[in-house]
C-alpha cells in the first residue's frame, strides 16, 4: 500500500472506474506515489524494520572523556506500531573481542524504555543500571555505542493522513485532465507519462506544501 490507492483514484477522478494492471491510470499512480515518496523521504506502507542500527553518540565530553550519552534516539522510520502483534525490541551490542567481533547482544526489557510513536523518538523511561554496566545515567551507550531496533512502522490503510491523500489525489487529477485534454500521448511514451520526475514538475505549490509536512526527520 503506497499513499495513494485505486480506490482513492476511483472515489477522487470522476472519469476513472478502474485502474487495470498495467494501464495508464496505473502509470500515472505510480508516478504519484513515487514522487511523494521522494520528496518525503520515506516509505508510508506498514514496514517491518529488523535489527536497524543506530550509533550513539556523545552528549557531553570533559577533556575527550565521555561523561554523557545522549538520552533519545529518533527512529528513521515512524509512526511506529506496537501491539501483541507488532513488538518493539531493543537490543545493545556488546564489546568488541580479539578478533573484531562483537561477542552478543542484550535486549533491553521493554518497561526500560518508552517510544513516541508519532515522532518515533526512543528514549529510556528512568536510569536503568544492568550487571554489565550497558546502561547507566539514563543513557543509551555500550562499550561500541551501537544500538539495534526491530520495530514495525508506517501506515495502514485507515490511518492514510486525509491531507496527505487528498493532496495525492489533487496531483493525479490534474495530471490526467492534462493529458486528457492535449491528447498528445502517443503509445510509446506512455512508460515515460508517470514518471516521478515529471510528476514532480507538475506539483502545485499547496500540495508541495502538504507533501513536506509529511517530510521524514532525519535521525539523530
Same mark, same amino acid.
Request: glycine share 8%; with cysteine.
Given at each position: +500500500?503506497?499513499?495513494?490507492?485505486?480506490?482513492?483514484?476511483?472515489?477522487?477522478?470522476?472519469? *476513472?472506474?478502474?485502474?487495470?494492471?498495467?494501464?495508464?491510470?496505473?502509470?500515472?499512480?505510480?508516478?504519484?506515489?513515487?514522487?511523494?515518496?521522494?520528496?518525503?523521504?520515506?516509505?508510508?506502507?506498514?514496514?517491518?524494520?529488523?535489527?536497524?542500527?543506530?550509533?550513539?553518540? =556523545?552528549?557531553?565530553?570533559?577533556?575527550?572523556?565521555?561523561?554523557?550519552?545522549?538520552?533519545?534516539?529518533?527512529?528513521?522510520?515512524?509512526?511506529? *506500531?506496537?501491539?501483541?502483534?507488532?513488538?518493539?525490541?531493543? !537490543?545493545?551490542?556488546?564489546? *568488541?573481542?580479539?578478533?573484531?567481533?562483537?561477542?552478543?547482544?542484550?535486549?533491553?526489557?521493554?518497561?526500560?524504555?518508552?517510544? !513516541?510513536?508519532?515522532?518515533?523518538?526512543?528514549?529510556?523511561?528512568?536510569?536503568?543500571?544492568?550487571?554489565?554496566?550497558?546502561?547507566?545515567?539514563?543513557?543509551?551507550? @555500550?562499550?561500541?555505542?551501537?544500538?539495534?531496533?526491530?520495530?514495525?512502522?508506517?501506515? *495502514?490503510?485507515?490511518?492514510?493522513?486525509?491531507?496527505?491523500? +487528498?493532496?495525492?489525489?489533487?496531483?493525479?487529477?490534474?495530471?490526467?485532465?492534462?493529458?486528457?485534454?492535449?491528447?498528445? +500521448?502517443?503509445?510509446? @511514451?506512455?512508460?515515460?507519462?508517470?514518471?516521478?520526475?515529471?510528476?514532480?514538475?507538475?506539483?502545485? =505549490?499547496?500540495?508541495? +506544501?502538504?507533501?513536506?509536512?509529511?517530510?521524514?526527520?532525519?535521525?539523530?
Amino acid at each position: +500500500m503506497a499513499v495513494l490507492t485505486d480506490d482513492d483514484i476511483i472515489a477522487g477522478i470522476p472519469s *476513472i472506474s478502474v485502474v487495470d494492471s498495467g494501464s495508464l491510470e496505473e502509470l500515472v499512480k505510480n508516478g504519484v506515489n513515487d514522487a511523494v515518496k521522494t520528496i518525503c523521504q520515506r516509505t508510508f506502507i506498514k514496514t517491518t524494520f529488523t535489527r536497524e542500527r543506530y550509533t550513539v553518540r =556523545p552528549a557531553r565530553q570533559r577533556g575527550g572523556i565521555v561523561i554523557q550519552f545522549a538520552d533519545k534516539i529518533r527512529l528513521r522510520n515512524y509512526p511506529v *506500531i506496537e501491539g501483541v502483534s507488532d513488538p518493539f525490541v531493543l !537490543e545493545v551490542e556488546s564489546s *568488541i573481542d580479539a578478533q573484531g567481533e562483537t561477542d552478543g547482544v542484550s535486549v533491553v526489557d521493554r518497561t526500560s524504555f518508552l517510544v !513516541e510513536r508519532d515522532l518515533g523518538i526512543v528514549s529510556l523511561r528512568s536510569v536503568t543500571i544492568s550487571s554489565d554496566q550497558l546502561f547507566s545515567s539514563g543513557s543509551f551507550p @555500550s562499550t561500541r555505542g551501537v544500538i539495534l531496533m526491530t520495530y514495525n512502522a508506517g501506515y *495502514i490503510a485507515a490511518d492514510m493522513p486525509g491531507d496527505l491523500v +487528498m493532496a495525492a489525489v489533487h496531483l493525479y487529477g490534474r495530471i490526467w485532465d492534462n493529458f486528457k485534454n492535449q491528447r498528445q +500521448m502517443e503509445a510509446g @511514451s506512455q512508460t515515460d507519462f508517470g514518471t516521478k520526475e515529471l510528476v514532480r514538475a507538475q506539483i502545485a =505549490p499547496e500540495e508541495l +506544501m502538504v507533501f513536506k509536512r509529511y517530510r521524514r526527520l532525519i535521525a539523530a
